[in-house]
């Protein structure tokens, strides 16, 4: 940050993404307690959060289509998966994303955020959702 330069951390990374199980509930509360973890470990040096990196994609590719990990679909899928329904899965897993976003923000403006500025974006696939575009977190 000496040179000017912002780093920006990614709350949940790839590698981790795979061990919550985002076909139930209890992911949201696992995922905003480690989010919790990264604002109070590195909140004093990361100007910018990113809850979730091209969720659409993890939705389809990993539970519809079973073509990346955690390669869950349907057995006539492409990915030849042996376990998953790419019918209800792709769906399922949107929705506990969207909520535990959304229980992320609320936790950082409650208990982290400094000032009105909200330095947290939901990453779509080819870039960011204008923050005019979004609805709001209250």
Same mark, same amino acid.
């Given at each position: 940050?000496?040179?000017?330069?912002?780093?920006?951390?990614?709350?949940?990374?790839?590698?981790s993404?795979?061990?919550?199980?985002?076909?139930?509930?209890?992911c949201?509360?696992d995922y905003r307690?480690?989010a919790?973890? @990264?604002?109070?470990?590195?909140g004093?040096?990361?100007?910018?959060?990113?809850t979730?990196? &091209? *969720?659409g994609?993890? $939705?389809s590719?990993?539970?519809?289509?079973?073509v990346?990990?955690?390669?869950? @679909?349907s057995?006539?899928?492409?990915?030849n998966?042996?376990v998953?329904?790419?019918?209800? &899965? *792709?769906?399922?897993? $949107?929705?506990?994303?969207?909520?535990?976003?959304?229980?992320?923000?609320?936790?950082?403006?409650?208990?982290y955020q400094?000032?009105?500025?909200?330095?947290?974006?939901?990453?779509?696939?080819?870039g960011?959702?204008p923050?005019?575009?979004l609805?709001p977190c209250?």
């Amino acid at each position: 940050m000496t040179l000017g330069i912002a780093i920006g951390i990614t709350v949940i990374e790839t590698s981790s993404v795979y061990d919550l199980s985002f076909t139930t509930a209890i992911c949201r509360k696992d995922y905003r307690d480690y989010a919790e973890v @990264c604002f109070k470990e590195f909140g004093d040096r990361v100007k910018h959060w990113i809850t979730f990196n &091209e *969720p659409g994609g993890f $939705c389809s590719a990993g539970y519809a289509s079973g073509v990346l990990a955690p390669g869950r @679909c349907s057995p006539w899928e492409q990915g030849n998966c042996s376990v998953g329904d790419s019918g209800t &899965e *792709p769906y399922t897993v $949107c929705h506990h994303q969207l909520l535990a976003h959304a229980e992320t923000v609320r936790l950082y403006k409650e208990k982290y955020q400094v000032g009105d500025e909200l330095p947290m974006q939901f990453l779509k696939k080819n870039g960011v959702i204008p923050k005019e575009k979004l609805p709001p977190c209250n």
